[in-house]
């Protein structure tokens, strides 16, 4: 089945740094990937919707400055968290998907970031 | 925007039990309807999906069922096993804009 490798799982890094996180499609194309985030015991929020090729398309309230979206082949996302603050210490989450047709969505493992 | 509504938020059920965990969506336009188990600091599993024109899907001991006209989908596991102890996430998405718009999630504890 379609496998989506995310990179990497576990990241401290000190306030007013930038972190970067790739999300790769291991066997297939995707065209589209999306990011998520995650707060302990809380659901999956859409963060953006990363599009090969142009630019990524925000959610209400998600600074785009601040989390910068780059898909620059068919296989690769990455999320980059510029001059990380504590409060961006979250569960990032890929997901991409094989059909590109509105479902059969794979997830990555996730990225576990931690701001000191 | 779609919104999908999940209960309950944690469910105890005792090992070799059913459980159910029901989930309402907003959006009539909405035609995919996946399921994820998430363990602690994984990424979510897809477990089973249905899309709008099935009313029910089974794989072994998960079924999912699908009330178009309510607007209520529902996951059902059988003989629950320990490992089935997880956090259950339903979902919804329209072929409008291919987003994923998830439930709350629902805490299941099997207990021995």
């Known amino acids: 089945g379609a496998v989506v490798s995310q990179h990497p799982s576990r990241v401290i890094c000190k306030s007013g740094t930038s972190v970067k996180i790739e999300c790769r499609s291991l066997?297939?194309?995707?065209?589209?990937m999306f990011w998520y985030r995650q707060f302990p015991k809380q659901s999956l929020m859409l963060m953006a919707t990363?599009?090969?090729?142009?630019?990524?398309?925000?959610e209400q309230g998600v600074e785009k400055d601040k989390f910068l979206i780059n898909h620059a082949s068919l296989t690769l996302s990455t999320l980059t968290v510029t001059s990380a603050h504590p409060e961006d210490s979250s569960f990032y989450i890929c997901s991409a998907s094989e059909s590109g047709l509105g479902y059969g969505y794979t997830f990555g493992s996730g990225t576990r970031l931690t701001v000191v | 925007g779609e919104n999908v509504e999940q209960h309950p938020s944690t469910l105890s059920v005792q090992e070799g039990d059913s459980a159910v965990i029901k989930c309402t969506y907003s959006?009539?336009?909405?035609?995919?309807f996946p399921w994820y188990k998430q363990e602690l600091g994984k990424g979510p599993q897809l477990i089973i999906d249905?899309?709008?024109?099935?009313g029910e899907k089974k794989d072994q001991r998960i079924a999912v069922t699908l009330n178009k006209t309510a607007k209520h989908f529902s996951l059902h596991i059988t003989e629950t096993q320990p490992e089935d102890s997880a956090v259950y996430f339903c979902a919804a998405t329209s072929g409008r804009d291919d987003k994923i718009i998830f439930g709350k999630g629902t805490r299941l504890h099997i207990l021995p």
């Open positions: 959006d009539s336009a909405s035609n995919y």
């Open positions: 066997d297939f194309q995707a065209t589209t």
């Open positions: 990363s599009n090969e090729g142009s630019k990524a398309t925000y």
């Open positions: 249905i899309r709008s024109n099935v």
